[in-house]
């Protein structure tokens, strides 16, 4: 993975160089930004971009991807996440 861009606190974006041949030039972006009128509260925009297919592996990695970002919430919000 390459990072191509990096705003501390708010954004990082990357592109996937190798690794599974579907991921391949795939874009994965997290931005975080305040959430209006909450104190103490962030929204995460994640998003995985640019495969070549809709079939293959990108069903499973969405799951995944969904696993993971909620293991991330439990860590942040109770400080234990699940991560495996």
Do not use: M
Request: charge should be negative; include cysteine; charged fraction near 25%.
């Amino acid at each position: 993975i390459r990072v191509d861009e990096l705003e501390p606190d708010t954004h990082v974006k990357w592109t996937c160089l190798s690794g599974h041949p579907e991921w391949e030039n795939t874009l994965i972006t997290f931005d975080l930004e305040d959430l209006p009128g909450c104190q103490d509260a962030t929204l995460l925009h994640f998003a995985h971009k640019n495969w070549q297919r809709s079939d293959g592996v990108l069903p499973n990695c969405s799951y995944d991807w969904a696993q993971y970002l909620h293991s991330l919430r439990l860590f942040i919000e109770e400080g234990k996440g699940t991560p495996s």
